[in-house]
C-alpha cells in the first residue's frame, strides 16, 4: 500500500489549527477521524492537549495522490493553558520520531489578530527552523488566519513586519505562505499544498543520525531542550504562584 500523506498542523495555541482540520473533515471522507476540539467562540479553554491524528479519503486528490491515505496531524500550540512549551515540544517530537514516513508538508498557523511577537512565537520559529532543519523548509507554509478580525491595512503591515524580521529565516530557506480565508478556504488551501507536496518528506533532525553532522545537532538539542526547560519552571512557578493566591490552604 502507498505511503500515506502527513500534514503537520503547528502554531500557537488559537491560531485555527483545529477549525482548518475540521473544516476539511466536513468536506471529504473520514476513515476512523473525528472531529478535533476547537475553542468555542475563542473562549480560553484548554484544547488539544494531545498530538491527534485524523486520517481522511480526499474527495477530489490531486492525479498524484490518488488512492493515497491523508493523515491530518494537530498539536497542542505553545502558550497552552495546561501545558508547559516544553511538553508541547515534547509531545510534537514524540509523535514525529514514531512516525517513520516523516512529514509531507508543514504547516505554520498564525493569526492575524497577533499583534506582537510573543517569545512562544519566537520558540515556535525557532524550533522550526533549528530541529527540522533548512532542508525541511521546502515543506513548510506558514498558514495566515483571523483575517476577518484585523483591519486589512493593520493586517498588511504586520505581515510586512514578521516576513521582514520573524519569519525570515524560513523564507529565505523556501517557505511558502498561504492566507486562509474565514469562511471559506480551507479545501482549496489543501488542494494547493498538496499538489506541490514532496515525495521526499522531512524527518525530524535528531532522527537522522547525528553523527552525520558531527555533534553539532546534539549541541543545538541540548541548547534547546535548556531553553525550554527553563520555560518549563517559569510556567511551574507561574502556576504555584496562581494556586497560591487563590487557593492558600492548599498550601497549608
Ligand atoms: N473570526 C475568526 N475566527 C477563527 C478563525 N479561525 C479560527 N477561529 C476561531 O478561533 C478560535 C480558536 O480556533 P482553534 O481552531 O481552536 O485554534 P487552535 O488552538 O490553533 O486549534 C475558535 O473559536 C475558532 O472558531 C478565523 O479565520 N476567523
Ligand atoms: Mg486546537
Known amino acids: 500500500m502507498a505511503d500515506p500523506v502527513t500534514v503537520l498542523c503547528v502554531g500557537l495555541s488559537n491560531t485555527g489549527k483545529s ?3 475540521n ?27 494531545d498530538v491527534h491524528e485524523v486520517r481522511l479519503e480526499l474527495r477530489e486528490p490531486p492525479p498524484s ?26 509531545k510534537i517530537e514524540n509523535f514525529s520520531s514514531k512516525h517513520r514516513h516523516g512529514m509531507n508538508a508543514i504547516l505554520y498557523f498564525h493569526a492575524m489578530t ?6 512562544q512565537m519566537q520558540l ?8 527540522w532543519g533548512p532542508d525541511a523548509m521546502r515543506v513548510v507554509t506558514i498558514v495566515t488566519t483571523k483575517w476577518d478580525l484585523v483591519p ?8 510586512e513586519t514578521l516576513q521582514a524580521g520573524l519569519w525570515k529565516p524560513l523564507l529565505d530557506g523556501g517557505c511558502k505562505i498561504e492566507h486562509l480565508s474565514a469562511d471559506e478556504g480551507s ?66
Open 187 to 252: 479545501s482549496t488551501l489543501l488542494h494547493s499544498i498538496l499538489e506541490g507536496v514532496h515525495e521526499r518528506p522531512v524527518k525530524l533532525r535528531t532522527q537522522q543520525g547525528l553523527e552525520e553532522e558531527g555533534g553539532h545537532a546534539t549541541k543545538t538539542r541540548q541548547t534547546w531542550q535548556r531553553k525550554l526547560r527553563g520555560r518549563s519552571d517559569e510556567h511551574s512557578a507561574a502556576l504555584s504562584a496562581l494556586r497560591a493566591c487563590f487557593w492558600p490552604e492548599a498550601n497549608d
Open 19 to 21: 477549525t482548518f482540520i
Open 65 to 90: 495522490l490518488r488512492g493515497r491515505v491523508l493523515t491530518l496531524v494537530d498539536t497542542p500550540g505553545f502558550n497552552h493553558t495546561d501545558l508547559s512549551d516544553l511538553e508541547v515540544w515534547q
Open 114 to 119: 497577533d499583534d506582537w511577537i510573543s517569545p
Open 152 to 159: 486589512k491595512t493593520n493586517a498588511q503591515k504586520r505581515l
Open 23 to 49: 473544516r476539511i473533515l466536513e468536506e471529504n471522507t473520514a476513515i476512523n477521524s473525528t472531529p478535533v476540539s476547537v475553542r468555542e467562540g475563542g473562549q480560553m479553554t484548554a484544547v488539544t492537549v
Open 124 to 131: 515556535g520559529i525557532n524550533l522550526l527552523a533549528k530541529f
